[in-house]
Protein backbone atom coordinates (compact mmCIF):
# COMPACT_ATOMS: atom_id res chain seq x y z
CA UNK A 1 0.00 0.00 0.00
CA UNK A 2 1.82 3.24 -1.21
CA UNK A 3 2.08 6.02 1.77
CA UNK A 4 1.67 8.60 -1.25
CA UNK A 5 -1.63 7.70 -2.62
CA UNK A 6 -4.80 8.57 -0.80
CA UNK A 7 -7.46 5.62 0.19
CA UNK A 8 -9.42 6.82 -3.12
CA UNK A 9 -6.68 5.53 -5.31
CA UNK A 10 -5.56 2.79 -3.28
CA UNK A 11 -8.78 0.90 -2.83
CA UNK A 12 -9.22 2.43 -7.28
CA UNK A 13 -6.63 0.05 -8.32
CA UNK A 14 -6.66 -2.43 -6.01
CA UNK A 15 -10.34 -3.66 -7.00
CA UNK A 16 -9.12 -3.32 -10.86
CA UNK A 17 -5.86 -5.15 -9.90
CA UNK A 18 -8.88 -7.52 -7.84
CA UNK A 19 -11.25 -8.06 -11.05
CA UNK A 20 -8.49 -8.31 -13.27
CA UNK A 21 -10.23 -10.47 -15.67
CA UNK A 22 -12.95 -7.65 -16.25
CA UNK A 23 -9.98 -5.15 -16.45
CA UNK A 24 -8.38 -6.80 -18.78
CA UNK A 25 -11.12 -7.37 -21.22
CA UNK A 26 -12.26 -3.38 -20.45
CA UNK A 27 -9.02 -2.22 -21.15
CA UNK A 28 -8.28 -4.34 -24.21
CA UNK A 29 -11.54 -2.70 -25.41
CA UNK A 30 -10.45 0.60 -25.05
CA UNK A 31 -6.83 -0.16 -26.11
CA UNK A 32 -8.30 -1.47 -29.29
CA UNK A 33 -10.67 1.56 -29.74
CA UNK A 34 -7.93 3.79 -29.05
CA UNK A 35 -5.69 2.61 -31.77
CA UNK A 36 -8.65 2.70 -34.21
CA UNK A 37 -9.09 6.49 -33.81
CA UNK A 38 -5.32 7.39 -33.38
CA UNK A 39 -4.64 4.81 -36.09
CA UNK A 40 -6.90 6.62 -38.47
CA UNK A 41 -6.13 10.10 -37.21
CA UNK A 42 -2.57 9.74 -38.17
CA UNK A 43 -3.70 7.86 -41.50
CA UNK A 44 -5.25 10.52 -42.62
CA UNK A 45 -3.33 13.40 -41.22
CA UNK A 46 -0.45 11.83 -43.20
CA UNK A 47 -2.30 11.61 -46.47
CA UNK A 48 -3.66 15.02 -46.60
CA UNK A 49 -0.56 16.40 -45.99
CA UNK A 50 1.06 14.65 -48.37
CA UNK A 51 -1.09 15.50 -51.14
CA UNK A 52 -1.28 19.15 -49.59
CA UNK A 53 2.81 19.47 -49.89
CA UNK A 54 2.56 17.61 -53.23
CA UNK A 55 0.12 20.40 -54.54
CA UNK A 56 1.36 23.42 -52.91
CA UNK A 57 5.37 22.32 -54.28
CA UNK A 58 4.06 22.31 -57.59
CA UNK A 59 1.87 25.33 -57.30
CA UNK A 60 1.34 29.05 -56.51
CA UNK A 61 -1.18 29.56 -53.40
CA UNK A 62 -2.61 32.70 -55.75
CA UNK A 63 -2.73 33.34 -59.17
CA UNK A 64 -3.45 36.51 -60.59
CA UNK A 65 -4.53 36.72 -64.27
CA UNK A 66 -6.18 39.26 -66.75
CA UNK A 67 -10.02 40.03 -66.89
CA UNK A 68 -11.73 38.05 -69.25
CA UNK A 69 -12.83 39.21 -72.22
CA UNK A 70 -16.65 40.03 -72.61
CA UNK A 71 -18.84 41.46 -75.50
CA UNK A 72 -18.99 44.93 -75.55
CA UNK A 73 -22.65 45.75 -75.55
CA UNK A 74 -23.62 48.45 -78.34
CA UNK A 75 -25.46 51.91 -76.89
CA UNK A 76 -28.76 52.07 -77.68
CA UNK A 77 -29.89 53.87 -80.49
CA UNK A 78 -31.89 54.19 -83.48
CA UNK A 79 -32.02 51.08 -85.34
CA UNK A 80 -29.92 49.26 -82.85
CA UNK A 81 -31.77 46.21 -82.00
CA UNK A 82 -29.96 44.29 -78.41
CA UNK A 83 -29.78 40.28 -79.73
CA UNK A 84 -31.02 37.64 -77.04
CA UNK A 85 -28.62 36.15 -77.57
CA UNK A 86 -24.85 37.43 -76.90
CA UNK A 87 -21.82 35.33 -77.66
CA UNK A 88 -18.75 35.02 -75.59
CA UNK A 89 -15.78 36.15 -77.28
CA UNK A 90 -12.78 34.15 -77.49
CA UNK A 91 -10.25 34.79 -74.65
CA UNK A 92 -6.87 36.26 -76.36
CA UNK A 93 -3.45 36.06 -74.97
CA UNK A 94 -3.10 39.15 -72.98
CA UNK A 95 -1.01 41.06 -70.36
CA UNK A 96 -1.55 42.00 -67.42
CA UNK A 97 -2.55 45.63 -67.50
CA UNK A 98 0.90 47.77 -65.92
CA UNK A 99 1.86 44.39 -64.17
CA UNK A 100 5.21 45.81 -62.65
CA UNK A 101 3.25 48.17 -60.56
CA UNK A 102 1.10 45.38 -59.59
CA UNK A 103 3.72 43.24 -58.82
CA UNK A 104 5.45 45.76 -56.71
CA UNK A 105 2.26 46.33 -54.73
CA UNK A 106 2.04 42.49 -54.28
CA UNK A 107 5.48 42.16 -53.38
CA UNK A 108 4.80 44.54 -50.07
CA UNK A 109 2.32 42.72 -48.36
CA UNK A 110 3.24 41.39 -45.39
CA UNK A 111 1.00 38.22 -45.97
CA UNK A 112 2.76 37.76 -49.17
CA UNK A 113 6.01 35.33 -49.04
CA UNK A 114 6.96 35.31 -52.82
CA UNK A 115 5.82 37.66 -56.11
CA UNK A 116 6.76 36.45 -59.59
CA UNK A 117 5.43 36.93 -63.09
CA UNK A 118 5.32 34.35 -65.58
CA UNK A 119 4.27 34.70 -69.47
CA UNK A 120 2.76 31.34 -70.64
CA UNK A 121 0.83 29.97 -73.60
CA UNK A 122 0.26 27.39 -75.78
CA UNK A 123 2.72 26.17 -78.25
CA UNK A 124 3.90 22.88 -80.50
CA UNK A 125 7.23 21.47 -79.70
CA UNK A 126 8.46 19.36 -82.67
CA UNK A 127 11.69 17.57 -83.86
CA UNK A 128 11.58 16.07 -86.64
CA UNK A 129 8.65 14.30 -87.62
CA UNK A 130 7.51 14.01 -84.17
CA UNK A 131 5.67 16.98 -82.76
CA UNK A 132 3.50 17.31 -79.13
CA UNK A 133 1.76 20.38 -77.99
CA UNK A 134 3.20 22.12 -75.31
CA UNK A 135 2.51 25.10 -72.57
CA UNK A 136 5.68 27.42 -72.78
CA UNK A 137 6.06 28.72 -69.05
CA UNK A 138 8.27 31.53 -69.44
CA UNK A 139 10.13 32.28 -65.67
CA UNK A 140 12.07 34.52 -64.15
CA UNK A 141 14.29 31.58 -62.02
CA UNK A 142 14.99 33.35 -58.95
CA UNK A 143 11.46 34.22 -58.18
CA UNK A 144 9.74 31.18 -59.92
CA UNK A 145 11.77 28.37 -58.34
CA UNK A 146 10.92 29.56 -55.38
CA UNK A 147 7.03 28.58 -56.00
CA UNK A 148 7.56 25.45 -57.42
CA UNK A 149 10.43 23.47 -56.53
CA UNK A 150 11.91 22.54 -59.97
CA UNK A 151 15.56 22.17 -59.03
CA UNK A 152 14.11 19.39 -56.72
CA UNK A 153 12.97 17.48 -59.21
CA UNK A 154 15.68 17.51 -62.43
CA UNK A 155 16.81 14.41 -63.20
CA UNK A 156 18.94 14.97 -66.52
CA UNK A 157 21.14 17.71 -67.66
CA UNK A 158 20.91 21.57 -66.02
CA UNK A 159 18.60 23.94 -64.75
CA UNK A 160 19.42 26.38 -67.22
CA UNK A 161 17.43 29.05 -68.25
CA UNK A 162 19.48 31.37 -70.80
CA UNK A 163 17.37 32.70 -73.93
CA UNK A 164 17.68 29.81 -76.19
CA UNK A 165 17.34 27.12 -73.62
CA UNK A 166 14.12 25.10 -72.59
CA UNK A 167 13.47 22.75 -69.72
CA UNK A 168 10.96 19.46 -69.92
CA UNK A 169 10.12 16.85 -68.79
CA UNK A 170 10.80 13.65 -68.86
CA UNK A 171 7.86 12.48 -70.58
CA UNK A 172 7.89 14.77 -73.33
CA UNK A 173 11.39 13.85 -74.17
CA UNK A 174 10.91 10.33 -74.40
CA UNK A 175 8.20 11.56 -76.80
CA UNK A 176 10.22 13.55 -78.82
CA UNK A 177 13.62 11.34 -78.17
CA UNK A 178 15.60 14.30 -77.23
CA UNK A 179 18.31 14.03 -74.28
CA UNK A 180 19.40 17.11 -72.36
CA UNK A 181 21.63 19.12 -75.23
CA UNK A 182 19.24 18.56 -78.37
CA UNK A 183 18.06 20.88 -80.11
CA UNK A 184 14.18 21.47 -80.02
CA UNK A 185 12.02 24.03 -82.58
CA UNK A 186 9.30 25.31 -80.75
CA UNK A 187 6.36 27.49 -82.27
CA UNK A 188 4.15 29.20 -80.60
CA UNK A 189 0.38 30.22 -81.46
CA UNK A 190 0.87 33.68 -82.33
CA UNK A 191 3.03 32.70 -85.01
CA UNK A 192 6.61 32.99 -82.91
CA UNK A 193 9.15 30.11 -83.73
CA UNK A 194 12.89 29.65 -82.41
CA UNK A 195 15.26 26.73 -81.86
CA UNK A 196 15.82 25.88 -78.63
CA UNK A 197 18.26 23.96 -76.54
CA UNK A 198 16.53 21.37 -74.27
CA UNK A 199 18.73 22.29 -71.01
CA UNK A 200 17.54 19.71 -68.77
CA UNK A 201 14.80 17.22 -67.93
CA UNK A 202 12.41 17.37 -64.83
CA UNK A 203 9.88 14.52 -63.37
CA UNK A 204 7.53 16.03 -61.36
CA UNK A 205 5.91 12.76 -60.73
CA UNK A 206 2.70 13.40 -63.00
CA UNK A 207 2.64 12.01 -66.62
CA UNK A 208 0.45 14.86 -67.79
CA UNK A 209 2.37 17.45 -66.61
CA UNK A 210 5.71 16.17 -67.91
CA UNK A 211 4.27 15.58 -70.79
CA UNK A 212 3.24 19.71 -71.47
CA UNK A 213 5.04 21.52 -69.36
CA UNK A 214 8.12 23.38 -70.49
CA UNK A 215 9.96 26.28 -69.24
CA UNK A 216 12.03 28.73 -70.89
CA UNK A 217 13.34 32.58 -69.83
CA UNK A 218 10.58 34.91 -69.52
CA UNK A 219 11.69 37.27 -72.02
CA UNK A 220 11.72 34.04 -74.94
CA UNK A 221 8.41 33.34 -73.90
CA UNK A 222 7.24 37.00 -74.32
CA UNK A 223 8.89 37.05 -77.57
CA UNK A 224 7.45 33.72 -78.40
CA UNK A 225 3.85 34.38 -77.62
CA UNK A 226 3.47 38.16 -78.70
CA UNK A 227 3.49 39.45 -75.31
CA UNK A 228 6.65 41.88 -75.78
CA UNK A 229 7.05 43.28 -71.82
CA UNK A 230 3.56 41.70 -71.04
CA UNK A 231 2.75 38.78 -68.45
CA UNK A 232 0.32 36.56 -68.69
CA UNK A 233 0.20 35.87 -64.64
CA UNK A 234 1.23 36.98 -61.57
CA UNK A 235 2.05 33.77 -59.24
CA UNK A 236 2.29 34.55 -55.08
CA UNK A 237 3.07 32.34 -52.16
CA UNK A 238 1.43 33.64 -48.82
CA UNK A 239 2.68 32.90 -45.46
CA UNK A 240 -0.20 30.91 -44.68
CA UNK A 241 -1.65 28.46 -47.66
CA UNK A 242 -5.01 28.14 -45.72
CA UNK A 243 -5.39 31.94 -45.83
CA UNK A 244 -4.94 31.98 -49.35
CA UNK A 245 -8.84 32.70 -50.25
CA UNK A 246 -9.00 35.68 -48.13
CA UNK A 247 -5.96 37.39 -49.44
CA UNK A 248 -6.82 36.26 -53.01
CA UNK A 249 -10.46 38.12 -52.29
CA UNK A 250 -8.26 41.36 -50.96
CA UNK A 251 -6.05 41.47 -53.91
CA UNK A 252 -9.20 41.21 -55.97
CA UNK A 253 -10.80 43.78 -54.59
CA UNK A 254 -8.03 46.12 -53.88
CA UNK A 255 -6.33 45.90 -57.35
CA UNK A 256 -9.24 44.98 -59.85
CA UNK A 257 -6.99 42.20 -61.52
CA UNK A 258 -8.76 38.70 -61.22
CA UNK A 259 -7.03 36.51 -58.37
CA UNK A 260 -7.64 32.74 -57.89
CA UNK A 261 -6.87 31.01 -54.38
CA UNK A 262 -5.41 27.63 -54.77
CA UNK A 263 -8.11 26.82 -52.57
CA UNK A 264 -10.86 27.30 -55.01
CA UNK A 265 -8.85 25.88 -57.98
CA UNK A 266 -8.39 22.55 -55.67
CA UNK A 267 -12.38 22.91 -54.79
CA UNK A 268 -12.96 19.06 -55.37
CA UNK A 269 -9.96 18.12 -53.62
CA UNK A 270 -10.96 20.45 -50.66
CA UNK A 271 -14.74 19.35 -50.87
CA UNK A 272 -13.32 15.30 -50.76
CA UNK A 273 -11.09 16.34 -47.79
CA UNK A 274 -14.26 17.42 -46.30
CA UNK A 275 -16.54 14.10 -46.63
CA UNK A 276 -13.22 12.74 -45.82
CA UNK A 277 -13.17 14.20 -42.37
CA UNK A 278 -16.86 14.34 -41.78
CA UNK A 279 -16.98 10.46 -42.75
CA UNK A 280 -13.85 10.17 -39.78
CA UNK A 281 -15.19 12.15 -37.23
CA UNK A 282 -18.44 9.83 -37.37
CA UNK A 283 -16.40 6.82 -37.06
CA UNK A 284 -14.16 7.97 -34.60
CA UNK A 285 -17.40 9.57 -32.44
CA UNK A 286 -18.78 6.58 -33.13
CA UNK A 287 -15.64 3.84 -31.96
CA UNK A 288 -15.46 6.42 -28.88
CA UNK A 289 -19.09 6.15 -28.02
CA UNK A 290 -18.84 2.10 -28.08
CA UNK A 291 -15.94 2.11 -25.82
CA UNK A 292 -17.03 4.64 -23.19
CA UNK A 293 -20.66 2.44 -23.23
CA UNK A 294 -18.36 -0.70 -23.01
CA UNK A 295 -16.27 0.58 -19.97
CA UNK A 296 -19.48 2.18 -18.01
CA UNK A 297 -21.15 -0.62 -18.58
CA UNK A 298 -18.08 -2.80 -16.62
CA UNK A 299 -18.00 -0.58 -14.29
CA UNK A 300 -21.58 -0.98 -13.50
CA UNK A 301 -21.13 -4.74 -13.16
CA UNK A 302 -18.31 -3.86 -10.98
CA UNK A 303 -19.99 -1.66 -8.64
CA UNK A 304 -23.30 -4.60 -8.57
CA UNK A 305 -20.78 -6.81 -7.64
CA UNK A 306 -18.71 -4.89 -4.87
CA UNK A 307 -21.93 -3.24 -3.03
CA UNK A 308 -21.57 -5.43 0.12
CA UNK A 309 -17.69 -3.73 0.29
CA UNK A 310 -18.97 -0.72 -0.58
CA UNK A 311 -21.44 -0.73 2.28
CA UNK A 312 -19.34 -2.01 4.64
CA UNK A 313 -16.83 0.69 3.61
CA UNK A 314 -19.67 3.05 4.63
CA UNK A 315 -20.57 1.37 7.52
CA UNK A 316 -16.67 1.54 8.68
CA UNK A 317 -16.72 5.69 7.59
CA UNK A 318 -16.31 6.18 3.77
CA UNK A 319 -17.95 9.08 2.65
CA UNK A 320 -20.26 9.35 -0.79
CA UNK A 321 -17.66 11.54 -1.89
CA UNK A 322 -14.71 9.03 -1.43
CA UNK A 323 -16.94 6.19 -2.47
CA UNK A 324 -17.84 8.13 -5.85
CA UNK A 325 -14.02 8.90 -6.72
CA UNK A 326 -13.09 5.00 -6.02
CA UNK A 327 -14.80 4.79 -9.12
CA UNK A 328 -14.39 7.28 -11.26
CA UNK A 329 -10.28 7.07 -10.57
CA UNK A 330 -11.27 3.55 -11.95
CA UNK A 331 -12.43 4.49 -15.24
CA UNK A 332 -9.88 7.46 -15.65
CA UNK A 333 -7.08 5.10 -15.27
CA UNK A 334 -8.96 2.51 -17.56
CA UNK A 335 -9.00 5.06 -20.22
CA UNK A 336 -5.68 6.49 -19.89
CA UNK A 337 -4.15 3.03 -19.55
CA UNK A 338 -6.17 1.97 -22.59
CA UNK A 339 -5.06 5.31 -24.51
CA UNK A 340 -1.47 3.82 -23.54
CA UNK A 341 -1.46 0.67 -25.44
CA UNK A 342 -3.78 1.96 -27.97
CA UNK A 343 -1.19 4.79 -28.72
CA UNK A 344 1.31 1.69 -29.11
CA UNK A 345 -0.67 -0.37 -31.29
CA UNK A 346 -1.51 2.76 -33.38
CA UNK A 347 2.29 3.27 -33.78
CA UNK A 348 3.10 -0.48 -34.50
CA UNK A 349 -0.02 -0.53 -36.91
CA UNK A 350 1.16 2.52 -38.50
CA UNK A 351 4.63 1.41 -39.35
CA UNK A 352 3.58 -1.82 -40.75
CA UNK A 353 1.10 -0.66 -42.82
CA UNK A 354 3.50 2.39 -44.07
CA UNK A 355 5.85 -0.34 -44.61
CA UNK A 356 3.33 -2.39 -46.90
CA UNK A 357 1.37 0.57 -48.05
CA UNK A 358 3.25 2.18 -51.41
CA UNK A 359 2.29 3.95 -54.83
CA UNK A 360 2.63 2.43 -58.10
CA UNK A 361 6.46 3.81 -58.48
CA UNK A 362 7.30 2.37 -54.86
CA UNK A 363 7.85 5.58 -53.31
CA UNK A 364 5.65 5.62 -49.62
CA UNK A 365 1.93 6.44 -50.16
CA UNK A 366 2.39 8.97 -47.05
CA UNK A 367 4.81 10.04 -44.98
CA UNK A 368 5.09 8.67 -41.31
CA UNK A 369 4.54 12.30 -39.47
CA UNK A 370 2.83 10.93 -35.89
CA UNK A 371 2.23 14.38 -34.41
CA UNK A 372 2.76 13.71 -30.11
CA UNK A 373 0.13 15.57 -29.65
CA UNK A 374 -1.94 13.36 -31.12
CA UNK A 375 -0.72 10.71 -28.46
CA UNK A 376 -1.21 13.30 -25.39
CA UNK A 377 -4.53 14.38 -26.92
CA UNK A 378 -5.61 10.64 -27.14
CA UNK A 379 -4.72 10.59 -23.66
CA UNK A 380 -6.36 13.25 -22.05
CA UNK A 381 -9.75 12.44 -24.00
CA UNK A 382 -9.42 8.99 -23.18
CA UNK A 383 -8.85 9.75 -19.51
CA UNK A 384 -11.88 12.23 -19.74
CA UNK A 385 -14.17 9.56 -21.22
CA UNK A 386 -13.12 6.81 -18.50
CA UNK A 387 -13.95 9.61 -16.22
CA UNK A 388 -17.80 10.12 -17.32
CA UNK A 389 -18.68 6.66 -18.47
CA UNK A 390 -17.64 5.97 -14.48
CA UNK A 391 -19.80 8.34 -13.64
CA UNK A 392 -23.33 7.43 -13.50
CA UNK A 393 -21.85 4.20 -11.61
CA UNK A 394 -20.07 6.17 -9.24
CA UNK A 395 -23.07 7.96 -8.12
CA UNK A 396 -24.76 4.85 -8.05
CA UNK A 397 -21.93 3.25 -5.77
CA UNK A 398 -22.03 6.40 -3.64
CA UNK A 399 -25.77 6.69 -3.65
CA UNK A 400 -26.29 2.49 -1.87
CA UNK A 401 -27.95 2.67 1.33
CA UNK A 402 -24.95 0.69 3.41
CA UNK A 403 -27.73 -1.39 5.42
CA UNK A 404 -28.90 -2.71 1.70
CA UNK A 405 -25.48 -3.25 0.58
CA UNK A 406 -24.43 -4.95 3.29
CA UNK A 407 -27.63 -6.91 3.49
CA UNK A 408 -26.91 -8.07 -0.38
CA UNK B 1 -13.05 3.62 37.16
CA UNK B 2 -16.06 6.16 36.38
CA UNK B 3 -18.35 4.67 34.20
CA UNK B 4 -19.59 7.20 31.31
CA UNK B 5 -22.99 6.74 28.93
CA UNK B 6 -22.00 5.65 25.64
CA UNK B 7 -25.33 4.98 24.02
CA UNK B 8 -29.18 6.68 24.94
CA UNK B 9 -31.93 5.90 23.27
CA UNK B 10 -35.23 7.23 24.35
CA UNK B 11 -38.63 6.31 23.07
CA UNK B 12 -36.45 5.27 19.63
CA UNK B 13 -39.70 4.27 17.09
CA UNK B 14 -39.01 3.35 13.07
CA UNK B 15 -41.16 2.24 10.58
CA UNK B 16 -40.74 1.79 6.87
CA UNK B 17 -42.59 2.63 4.14
CA UNK B 18 -43.68 6.03 5.71
CA UNK B 19 -46.92 7.72 4.20
CA UNK B 20 -47.64 4.34 1.99
CA UNK B 21 -50.51 1.96 2.89
CA UNK B 22 -47.94 -0.52 3.51
CA UNK B 23 -46.74 1.61 6.30
CA UNK B 24 -45.20 -0.53 9.04
CA UNK B 25 -43.74 0.13 12.58
CA UNK B 26 -41.17 -2.33 13.66
CA UNK B 27 -39.62 -0.30 16.52
CA UNK B 28 -42.54 1.04 19.24
CA UNK B 29 -40.67 3.14 21.65
CA UNK B 30 -37.14 1.57 22.52
CA UNK B 31 -35.76 2.94 25.64
CA UNK B 32 -32.12 1.90 26.04
CA UNK B 33 -28.47 3.37 27.47
CA UNK B 34 -25.15 1.30 27.70
CA UNK B 35 -22.45 2.81 29.45
CA UNK B 36 -18.27 2.38 28.49
CA UNK B 37 -16.92 -1.59 29.17
CA UNK B 38 -20.60 -2.94 29.59
CA UNK B 39 -20.84 -6.30 27.37
CA UNK B 40 -24.49 -6.41 26.66
CA UNK B 41 -26.03 -9.36 24.62
CA UNK B 42 -29.44 -8.12 22.60
CA UNK B 43 -31.61 -11.49 21.80
CA UNK B 44 -34.98 -11.94 20.50
CA UNK B 45 -36.44 -14.14 17.69
CA UNK B 46 -36.13 -13.43 14.25
CA UNK B 47 -38.19 -10.77 12.99
CA UNK B 48 -38.61 -8.89 15.81
CA UNK B 49 -36.32 -5.95 15.10
CA UNK B 50 -33.08 -6.82 16.50
CA UNK B 51 -31.50 -5.56 13.18
CA UNK B 52 -33.46 -2.52 12.54
CA UNK B 53 -32.27 -2.00 16.32
CA UNK B 54 -28.77 -2.71 15.53
CA UNK B 55 -28.80 -0.22 12.03
CA UNK B 56 -30.29 2.80 13.98
CA UNK B 57 -27.50 2.19 17.03
CA UNK B 58 -24.70 1.88 14.11
CA UNK B 59 -25.97 5.20 13.27
CA UNK B 60 -26.62 2.93 9.43
CA UNK B 61 -29.99 4.68 9.35
CA UNK B 62 -32.55 7.41 11.26
CA UNK B 63 -35.01 6.39 13.62
CA UNK B 64 -38.67 7.74 12.58
CA UNK B 65 -38.99 8.84 16.18
CA UNK B 66 -37.68 9.31 19.81
CA UNK B 67 -33.61 10.32 20.69
CA UNK B 68 -30.03 8.82 20.06
CA UNK B 69 -28.14 9.75 21.57
CA UNK B 70 -23.97 8.47 20.84
CA UNK B 71 -21.48 9.74 23.06
CA UNK B 72 -23.34 12.25 24.08
CA UNK B 73 -23.99 13.64 20.57
CA UNK B 74 -27.60 13.82 19.97
CA UNK B 75 -27.70 12.42 16.47
CA UNK B 76 -31.25 13.75 15.54
CA UNK B 77 -29.04 17.42 14.35
CA UNK B 78 -26.98 15.50 12.70
CA UNK B 79 -26.68 15.50 8.29
CA UNK B 80 -25.38 12.43 6.81
CA UNK B 81 -21.62 13.69 6.78
CA UNK B 82 -21.64 14.41 10.47
CA UNK B 83 -22.91 10.77 11.12
CA UNK B 84 -20.76 9.17 8.74
CA UNK B 85 -17.75 10.91 11.16
CA UNK B 86 -19.54 10.13 14.42
CA UNK B 87 -19.89 6.18 12.87
CA UNK B 88 -16.28 6.02 11.67
CA UNK B 89 -14.91 7.09 15.37
CA UNK B 90 -17.53 5.60 17.63
CA UNK B 91 -18.48 2.28 16.54
CA UNK B 92 -16.68 -0.35 15.01
CA UNK B 93 -18.50 -3.57 13.34
CA UNK B 94 -18.38 -7.21 13.34
CA UNK B 95 -21.02 -9.12 11.22
CA UNK B 96 -21.90 -12.77 10.87
CA UNK B 97 -20.06 -13.02 7.59
CA UNK B 98 -16.38 -11.52 8.52
CA UNK B 99 -17.24 -9.34 5.51
CA UNK B 100 -13.76 -8.38 5.00
CA UNK B 101 -12.61 -6.87 1.25
CA UNK B 102 -10.99 -9.22 -0.71
CA UNK B 103 -8.68 -6.97 -2.71
CA UNK B 104 -7.01 -6.39 0.11
CA UNK B 105 -4.96 -8.31 3.13
CA UNK B 106 -5.19 -8.96 6.28
CA UNK B 107 -3.53 -5.47 7.62
CA UNK B 108 -4.77 -3.50 5.27
CA UNK B 109 -8.18 -4.74 6.47
CA UNK B 110 -7.43 -3.84 9.91
CA UNK B 111 -5.75 -0.57 8.61
CA UNK B 112 -9.34 0.76 6.57
CA UNK B 113 -10.92 2.79 9.19
CA UNK B 114 -8.08 4.85 9.86
CA UNK B 115 -7.45 4.92 6.23
CA UNK B 116 -10.56 6.44 5.64
CA UNK B 117 -10.16 8.61 8.58
CA UNK B 118 -6.87 10.23 7.70
CA UNK B 119 -7.02 9.82 3.92
CA UNK B 120 -3.30 8.68 2.92
CA UNK B 121 -1.68 5.55 5.17
CA UNK B 122 1.21 6.20 7.06
CA UNK B 123 3.74 3.94 9.44
CA UNK B 124 2.07 4.39 12.26
CA UNK B 125 -1.46 3.23 10.84
CA UNK B 126 0.41 -0.03 9.55
CA UNK B 127 2.27 -0.24 13.40
CA UNK B 128 -1.62 0.12 14.88
CA UNK B 129 -2.74 -2.48 12.90
CA UNK B 130 0.06 -4.84 13.43
CA UNK B 131 -0.72 -4.44 16.72
CA UNK B 132 -4.56 -5.68 16.70
CA UNK B 133 -3.56 -8.53 14.75
CA UNK B 134 -0.98 -9.40 17.65
CA UNK B 135 -3.36 -9.47 20.33
CA UNK B 136 -5.87 -11.05 17.96
CA UNK B 137 -3.27 -13.86 17.18
CA UNK B 138 -2.73 -13.31 13.36
CA UNK B 139 0.48 -11.48 13.15
CA UNK B 140 2.11 -14.10 10.83
CA UNK B 141 -0.77 -13.51 8.36
CA UNK B 142 -0.15 -9.70 7.89
CA UNK B 143 -0.04 -9.94 4.53
CA UNK B 144 -2.14 -12.87 3.82
CA UNK B 145 -5.03 -12.39 1.39
CA UNK B 146 -7.79 -12.42 3.75
CA UNK B 147 -9.60 -15.04 1.07
CA UNK B 148 -6.64 -18.02 1.84
CA UNK B 149 -7.88 -17.45 5.75
CA UNK B 150 -10.51 -19.99 7.69
CA UNK B 151 -13.66 -18.61 8.55
CA UNK B 152 -12.58 -18.30 12.25
CA UNK B 153 -9.32 -16.41 11.50
CA UNK B 154 -11.50 -13.91 8.67
CA UNK B 155 -13.34 -13.23 12.11
CA UNK B 156 -10.37 -12.33 14.38
CA UNK B 157 -9.54 -10.15 11.12
CA UNK B 158 -13.07 -8.37 11.49
CA UNK B 159 -12.69 -8.07 15.37
CA UNK B 160 -9.10 -6.44 14.54
CA UNK B 161 -10.54 -4.11 12.10
CA UNK B 162 -13.85 -2.95 14.01
CA UNK B 163 -11.45 -1.85 17.05
CA UNK B 164 -8.82 -0.06 14.44
CA UNK B 165 -10.43 3.33 15.63
CA UNK B 166 -10.79 2.27 19.07
CA UNK B 167 -14.35 2.82 19.27
CA UNK B 168 -16.15 3.74 22.44
CA UNK B 169 -19.01 0.76 21.05
CA UNK B 170 -18.65 -2.33 19.04
CA UNK B 171 -21.84 -3.80 17.52
CA UNK B 172 -21.49 -7.32 16.46
CA UNK B 173 -24.14 -9.26 14.46
CA UNK B 174 -24.02 -12.75 15.26
CA UNK B 175 -20.48 -12.77 15.42
CA UNK B 176 -20.07 -16.22 16.00
CA UNK B 177 -23.25 -17.32 13.75
CA UNK B 178 -20.66 -18.69 10.79
CA UNK B 179 -18.77 -20.49 13.28
CA UNK B 180 -18.02 -24.30 14.12
CA UNK B 181 -18.04 -24.51 17.88
CA UNK B 182 -13.99 -24.45 18.88
CA UNK B 183 -13.89 -21.30 16.64
CA UNK B 184 -16.87 -20.06 18.30
CA UNK B 185 -15.25 -20.00 21.28
CA UNK B 186 -12.55 -18.93 20.62
CA UNK B 187 -14.19 -15.60 19.08
CA UNK B 188 -16.17 -14.88 22.41
CA UNK B 189 -13.30 -15.23 24.35
CA UNK B 190 -11.45 -12.89 21.74
CA UNK B 191 -14.82 -10.62 22.25
CA UNK B 192 -14.61 -10.51 26.25
CA UNK B 193 -10.57 -10.19 26.55
CA UNK B 194 -10.77 -6.63 24.45
CA UNK B 195 -13.56 -5.54 26.11
CA UNK B 196 -11.67 -5.99 29.74
CA UNK B 197 -8.36 -4.80 27.78
CA UNK B 198 -9.92 -1.31 26.14
CA UNK B 199 -13.08 -0.64 28.31
CA UNK B 200 -14.76 -0.84 25.28
CA UNK B 201 -18.89 -1.46 24.90
CA UNK B 202 -19.88 -4.50 23.60
CA UNK B 203 -23.85 -4.89 22.00
CA UNK B 204 -23.71 -8.53 20.82
CA UNK B 205 -27.03 -9.96 19.07
CA UNK B 206 -26.78 -13.47 19.08
CA UNK B 207 -28.95 -16.56 19.28
CA UNK B 208 -27.31 -18.75 20.96
CA UNK B 209 -28.65 -18.46 24.88
CA UNK B 210 -25.19 -20.04 26.16
CA UNK B 211 -23.19 -16.75 24.80
CA UNK B 212 -26.03 -14.67 25.96
CA UNK B 213 -25.41 -15.87 29.34
CA UNK B 214 -21.68 -15.33 29.38
CA UNK B 215 -22.63 -11.49 28.39
CA UNK B 216 -22.80 -9.34 31.30
CA UNK B 217 -26.05 -8.12 30.63
CA UNK B 218 -29.04 -9.09 28.53
CA UNK B 219 -31.54 -7.26 26.69
CA UNK B 220 -34.91 -9.07 25.03
CA UNK B 221 -36.22 -7.53 22.18
CA UNK B 222 -40.13 -9.19 21.05
CA UNK B 223 -42.12 -7.88 18.84
CA UNK B 224 -40.34 -4.50 18.66
CA UNK B 225 -40.35 -4.29 22.01
CA UNK B 226 -37.80 -4.59 24.94
CA UNK B 227 -39.45 -7.49 26.91
CA UNK B 228 -36.01 -7.83 29.39
CA UNK B 229 -33.41 -5.96 30.46
CA UNK B 230 -31.46 -7.61 33.02
CA UNK B 231 -27.99 -8.33 34.30
CA UNK B 232 -26.55 -12.18 34.31
CA UNK B 233 -26.82 -13.03 37.56
CA UNK B 234 -22.86 -14.40 38.21
CA UNK B 235 -22.63 -17.53 41.01
Not at chain 1, 121 to 139: C, K
Not at chain 2, 23 to 34: A, F, K, P, R
Not at chain 2, 189 to 212: G, K, Q, W, Y
Request: hydrophobic share 50%; aromatic share 4%; charged share 20%.
Amino acid sequence: MSRWLPFEWIAGLRFLRDGWTQTLFILAGVSVGVAVIVFMSALLAGLQSNFLRRVLSAQAHIVMLPPDEIARPLRAGPGVVQDAIVQRPAQRLRSIDQWQTVLAQMAAMPQVAVATEVASGAALAVRGEASRSITLTGVRPEGYFRIVDLPANMVAGQLRLNSEDIVIGTDLATDLGVAAGDKLRVTAGSGGSATLTVAGLFDLGNRGVNERTTFVALRTAQSLLGLTGGVTSLQLTVQDPYAAEVIAQAINGATGVRADSWIRTNLQFFTAVSAQQTTNTVIRLSVGLSVALGMASVLVVSVVQRSREIGILRAMGARRGQILRVFLIQGGVLGLAGALIGSMLAVVGLLAFHASARQADGSELFPLEVDPQLFILAAVVAALTGVLAAMAPAMRAARLDPVEAIRG
Amino acid sequence: MAETEVLRLEGVRKSFNLGLPTEVEVLHGIDLTMTSGEFVALIGPSGSGKSTLLNLIGLLDRPTAGTLRLEGHDTRALDDAALTRLRGHSIGFIFQHHHLIGAFTAAENVLMPMLLDRGRPDAAMREAAETLLDRVGLLPWRDANVGNLSGGQQQRVAIARALAMAPALVLADEPTGNLDTKSANGVFNLLREMNRLNRTSFLIVTHDPRLAQRCDRIIEVVDGRVVSDAPVPRP
